[in-house]
């Protein structure tokens, strides 16, 4: 019974190819890496050349995160490494060292090094480049 259904698969497979059913999808339908061929590799796109000033940038509002004046590009954020806390966390290196808000968890419950929600930098603070705005921001605080 199983090698029936199977060979049926395959034989239909092999009409529905014959027909073209396949190569005219292949055609009409577009991915969001556009439309570059599955065993290629797609272009990375164009990243901003990030701003490396080292002077704070002005916030918004209060309790505005922070952007980050200096490029990030270098730093990946894993698991088990925080490339940015060997400098926020440590006074010496003359970065600001991390809030106390960024050492509670949701429990209120302090932790040595940053809590878990506030691990993942770049979920709040972003690095600036130098570009033209899409849109004008009217936002006021
Ligand atoms: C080599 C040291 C170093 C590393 C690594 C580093 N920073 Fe910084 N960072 C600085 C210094 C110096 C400043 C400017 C002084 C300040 O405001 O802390 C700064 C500023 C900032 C500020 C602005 C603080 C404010 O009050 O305006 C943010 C946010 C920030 N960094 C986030 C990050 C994040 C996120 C990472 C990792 C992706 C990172 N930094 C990695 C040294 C570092
Ligand atoms: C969930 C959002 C969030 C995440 C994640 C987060 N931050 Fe923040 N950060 C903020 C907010 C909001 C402020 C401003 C209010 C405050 O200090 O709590 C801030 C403030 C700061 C400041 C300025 C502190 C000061 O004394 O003025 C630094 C430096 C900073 N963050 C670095 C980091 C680093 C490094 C990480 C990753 C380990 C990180 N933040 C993760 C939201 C976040």
Same mark, same amino acid.
């Given at each position: 019974?199983?090698?029936?259904?199977?060979?049926?698969?395959?034989?239909?497979?092999?009409?529905?190819?014959?027909?073209?059913?396949?190569?005219?999808?292949?055609?009409?339908?577009?991915?969001?890496?556009?439309?570059?061929?599955?065993?290629?590799?797609?272009?990375?796109?164009?990243?901003?050349?990030?701003?490396?000033?080292?002077?704070?940038?002005?916030?918004?509002?209060?309790?505005?995160?922070?952007?980050?004046?200096?490029?990030? /590009?270098?730093?990946?954020?894993?698991? %088990?490494?925080?490339?940015?806390?060997? $400098?926020?966390?440590?006074? *010496?290196?003359? #970065? !600001?060292?991390?809030?106390?808000?960024?050492?509670?968890?949701? /429990?209120?419950?302090?932790?040595?090094? %940053?809590?878990?929600?506030?691990?993942? $930098?770049?979920?709040?603070? *972003?690095?600036? #480049? !130098?570009?033209?705005?899409?849109?004008?921001?009217?936002?006021?605080?």
């Amino acid at each position: 019974m199983k090698k029936t259904t199977v060979w049926l698969a395959a034989i239909l497979l092999v009409l529905a190819g014959s027909h073209g059913a396949f190569s005219s999808e292949k055609e009409s339908v577009e991915s969001l890496r556009g439309a570059v061929p599955i065993e290629a590799e797609s272009v990375q796109p164009h990243a901003m050349e990030q701003n490396t000033d080292k002077d704070t940038i002005k916030r918004s509002f209060p309790l505005n995160p922070p952007m980050i004046p200096h490029a990030i /590009d270098d730093y990946e954020i894993t698991m %088990s490494n925080n490339p940015c806390l060997s $400098c926020h966390e440590d006074p *010496a290196s003359g #970065a !600001k060292v991390i809030s106390e808000s960024h050492h509670l968890d949701r /429990d209120a419950k302090r932790h040595e090094g %940053s809590a878990a929600r506030r691990y993942f $930098c770049t979920q709040c603070h *972003a690095p600036q #480049a !130098k570009v033209d705005p899409l849109l004008e921001n009217r936002y006021k605080p």
